[in-house]
């Protein structure tokens, strides 16, 4: 390609970002969602935002663009508010923005990616394995399971599989683990089974992978609590979800506008 006309080529700059929630039954998530569009709002001023949900709840994709645009958007950015790229990500989500799209000419559109392994993100789930290990050390006699939502996408479960290796190289645990809600293998009970057979192992630290409360972080810990039963020599430690915070704000923008 000439290079005059590499020269020419701009990166998108948004002037406002929808960002797509997937949406929940669980009024504390929906307000934990929410908490986290006025965290980022004030982060990314003069960038417009609006928040939006693919399911369960309003505002919809659709309303979130008409109230952009009603604003006087041009660029939009859209940020996918989930862990991984899957069929949310790659056919839900573009298919509704392109039916918007078609409707306001004038307007520009591109879509980040979700927030996978921002650095953010990394530093989040270890801040939360250090406030549930407390003053144990990630010795011989300690694992760390990580917890994913799991899907049928294989690049979906391949990458927490990454970020799961990840998170317990920087925080330290050679035991590690990582399993899976539903969807995909291994499933979490036998995880937490086969982590807990171990002679040597005497407390387990299971970390979930979602952004807020809700009835999978409800279900995840009622499966921690059965493998209580199932192992009592074994200690079991539940971590938290990510929530709403100013490090999460950090990725959705680091996604959006770098």
């Not at 990616?113 to 650095?119: A, D, F, H």
């Not at 290796?165 to 050679?174: R, S, T």
Request: glycine share 8%; net charge negative.
């Amino acid at each position: 390609m000439d290079k005059r006309r590499l020269d020419n080529i701009r990166p998108f700059q948004p002037d406002a970002i929808l960002l797509v929630g997937h949406g929940t039954r669980d009024p504390n998530g929906t307000t934990q969602f929410f908490e986290l569009v006025e965290i980022l709002r004030q982060r990314i001023a003069p960038v417009d935002l609006e928040g939006c949900l693919l399911e369960f709840q309003h505002p919809t994709i659709e309303e979130g663009w008409e109230r952009l645009v009603q604003r006087g958007a041009k660029a939009i950015c859209i940020a996918p508010l989930l862990l991984f790229a899957a069929g949310h990500a790659r056919n839900d989500i573009p298919e509704i923005v392109d039916r918007c799209a078609a409707k306001t000419p004038g307007v520009a559109h591109q879509q980040c990616g979700p927030l996978s392994r921002c650095p953010q993100v990394i530093d989040v789930l270890r801040q939360r394995i250090e406030s549930v290990a407390g003053d144990s050390s990630p010795d011989d006699s300690t694992a760390l399971v990580m917890v994913g939502r799991g899907s049928y996408d294989v690049c979906a479960t391949a990458d927490m599989r990454v970020l799961s290796e990840i998170v317990a190289f920087h925080a330290g645990y050679a035991n590690r683990a990582v399993g899976f809600y539903a969807m995909a293998e291994p499933r979490l009970p036998g995880i937490l089974d086969q982590v807990a057979s171990d002679p040597k192992i005497k407390r387990v630290i299971v970390q979930p992978h979602l952004l807020f409360q809700g009835r999978l972080y409800d279900s995840i810990g009622q499966l921690v609590d059965d493998a209580r039963q199932r192992h009592p020599g074994v200690e079991f430690r539940l971590g938290d979800y990510l929530g709403p915070t100013e490090q999460i704000a950090g990725a959705i923008a680091f996604r959006a506008l770098s």
